[in-house]
């Protein structure tokens, strides 16, 4: 987090990523794609925080 913003480093990225989880990627494969084409460089588990805290992954399919 930037600590004078107050964001977090995915923060520009929240449409994109809500896209591309709507859209069927796994949230794996949708921090791959940010870190590659937004060169966001953070950790996974960051990655996953996030994902959880913003709710990105409610229409996300569940394990059965």
Do not use: N
Not at 27 to 49: C, L, P, Q
């Amino acid at each position: 987090m930037d600590r004078r913003t107050g964001r977090r480093a995915f923060d520009p990225y929240y449409p994109r990523i809500q896209e591309l989880l709507f859209s069927g990627m796994s949230i794996k494969a949708t921090y791959d794609y940010v870190e590659k084409y937004f060169r966001v460089y953070s950790t996974y588990s960051a990655f996953w925080g996030y994902v959880k805290r913003r709710k990105l992954d409610w229409f996300m399919p569940g394990k059965v």
